[in-house]
């Protein structure tokens, strides 16, 4: 997914084939600094990060302060992705996995599991962190484990065995670790967006490579306009997304996957060791991305009727599944929601 007005060059397109977080990166790149019709300013600040591309679009009459308001916003999405990284082996998620337990956690990394933990639950064990192990495995035998490596990885995944508290964290299997990538980035938009709130900026729009967080009307006073890219034949989907507020999350395995068959990528199933077939993507909107971006992997574990059904049921939450065959499957609101 991405803002409409806006076309990802090749590169960023290759960026976005890889895993996981990069460190943190130089200052974003001024996009846009502009003195609007009505007066106000808008600032458009860019930077790779996540694997991904990563905006800060904000509307207001102070300059400085939006200047200050979007810098601060990047800082504590560098100070997150510090904590969260899981292939950084000193941040607190690779001491975790290193070591199997971690004492005196930042309390992101709690929440964050916490939040998990309720996911995991709410769709019947779909959303599960414990995955790791599985999806690195895949990822280093090119989709094509031993099977008996496969077999011996998947009994090491189980939410069960993760206890977490806020004086300590702890794998209770061998070889057991966790991921954020499916929840850690829409966390990091929301608290990206937090900052900006908290500076008074009211109009904005945040996107981590399709986790979206939007807030007030553009600069031509109508909503932030998203759309959702064709992940079989590229380009957009006819369904744009219109926003004054809350957000939007992406899921799929269309654009990373392990095998030349194109059977296996980052989405795993902890119940069967296995990545969704009949699904391309899951869109989801919702109140924040970190539980868009959450719910939205769950879905892209479930068939889209199942998943539909599922989103259906989430107060406040909205879908779109794109199946194998490129067909969408709505949930009840999504075609209002959109406009």
């Known amino acids: 997914m991405r803002p409409a007005h806006g076309e990802r060059d090749p590169a960023t397109m290759a960026v976005l084939l890889e895993m996981g977080f990069e460190p943190a990166g130089p200052a974003p790149e001024r996009i846009e600094d502009t003195i609007l ?170 996107d981590a490579g399709g986790d979206i967080r939007a807030s007030g009307l553009r600069e031509d006073a109508i909503p932030w306009v998203v759309a959702v890219r064709d992940p079989r034949q590229g380009g957009i989907l006819p369904w744009p997304l219109r926003m004054t507020g809350g957000a939007v999350a992406t899921s799929g395995g269309y654009e990373a996957r392990f095998d030349p068959d194109r059977s296996w990528h980052h989405i795993v199933s902890s119940r069967t060791g296995l990545s969704p077939d009949h699904v391309l993507s899951v869109t989801v909107k919702g109140p924040t991305a970190f539980a868009s971006d959450a719910l939205a992997t769950a879905v892209a574990l479930m068939s889209p009727r199942e998943g539909v059904r599922f989103i259906d049921s989430a107060p406040g939450f909205e879908c779109m599944v794109i199946d194998v065959e490129g067909h969408p499957t709505l949930s009840a609101g999504w075609v209002g929601w959109a406009g």
């Open 37 to 206: 019709p009505s007066g106000d300013h808008k600032l458009v600040l860019d930077r790779r990060a996540m694997s991904t591309r990563v905006s800060v679009a904000a509307i207001h009459h102070s300059r400085c302060l939006l200047d200050e308001a979007a810098g601060r916003a990047f800082e504590e999405m560098d100070r997150l992705i510090g904590l969260l990284n899981r292939f950084d082996p000193g941040s607190a998620v690779g001491v975790l996995n290193a070591e199997g337990s971690l004492a005196d956690p930042p309390p992101e990394l709690t929440l964050l599991i916490d939040r998990s933990a309720a996911v995991h639950e709410y769709s019947g064990g779909a959303f599960d962190i414990t995955v790791q192990p599985l999806v690195d495995l895949l990822k280093g035998a090119g989709g094509s484990p031993d099977p008996v490596v496969w077999r011996d990885t998947l009994e090491t995944v189980g939410s069960d065995a993760l206890r977490a508290s806020t004086s300590r964290i702890a794998l209770e299997r061998d070889g057991m670790g966790i991921t954020l990538d499916g929840i850690a980035k829409g966390y990091i938009v929301d608290a990206m967006a937090s900052v900006l709130d908290a500076h008074g900026i009211d109009r904005f729009l945040v």
